[in-house]
């Protein structure tokens, strides 16, 4: 089942923050954060495992919350660079294996 | 560089016929990963392999099929191929299911 993300988009001015979110309907075991930059393949950003851990890649940083099955990207501090399409991807049990579903992304535009 | 190949880069066909998609993993990585993004679309998880098997499944269509070869290299098959199957196509690698996903830089499929 695909996750359902939050906004689809966003414009922001250089130097301001966001937060992209990220929920499911169903158990998850960890939460994948992508990013894809227009014309390139994605390129991952982190992994969140169960247990609410909070990681961080320079200014961009995320949250899980197990219990609610959400997930949180912060960008604080955006760059120009930090534009592309967010996707996370949501690993849960299927079929006895581990399978990872994204959702449709949000498009994050960083204007100067 | 991801360290994942795709071939071919481009590749334009008519309605009816069939096309063969081809990715190398990184080296190392036993699951490979097939994905269609269709315009201003997510990521459509299609199917996965670990070291051979198939391990997960996604909305992938009768008319597509996969396997990974001994030497962990992957095809995607596509055939009787319709207008709306024009999309690009992703394969990534990792090493395993909750692992980074590494994607090559996909094949652009255009039916005519």
């Known amino acids: 089942q695909q996750p359902v993300q939050s906004p689809q988009a966003v414009i922001l001015r250089e130097g301001e923050d966001a937060v992209i979110n990220c929920s499911s309907s169903?158990?998850?075991?960890?939460v994948h954060w992508y990013r894809q930059k227009h014309g390139e393949a994605p390129v991952f950003l982190m992994i969140l495992l169960k247990g609410g851990e909070q990681k961080g890649h320079e200014k961009i940083s995320a949250s899980f919350n197990e219990k609610k099955q959400q997930s949180s990207l912060y960008l604080t501090a955006s760059q120009l660079s930090y534009s592309g399409t967010y996707f996370c991807g949501t690993e849960r049990n299927s079929g006895g294996y581990q399978k990872v579903t994204f959702g449709i992304g949000t498009k994050l535009q960083v204007i100067p | 560089d991801s360290g994942v190949t795709q071939t071919p880069k481009h590749l334009i066909t008519a309605t009816g016929q069939r096309v063969t998609l081809r990715c190398s993993p990184r080296?190392?990585?036993?699951?490979v990963y097939w994905y269609q993004q269709s315009l201003d679309q997510g990521l459509q998880f299609l199917i996965q392999y670990y070291n051979g098997e198939e391990r997960a499944k996604g909305n992938i269509l009768e008319r597509f099929s996969a396997q990974q070869f001994p030497d962990l290299h992957s095809e995607l098959n596509l055939s009787s191929l319709e207008l709306g199957d024009s999309a690009l196509y992703f394969c990534a690698s990792s090493l395993a299911t909750s692992h980074e996903q590494f994607f090559g830089p996909g094949t652009r499929l255009t039916v005519l």
């Open positions: 080296s190392g990585d036993l699951s």
């Open positions: 169903k158990a998850l075991y960890s």
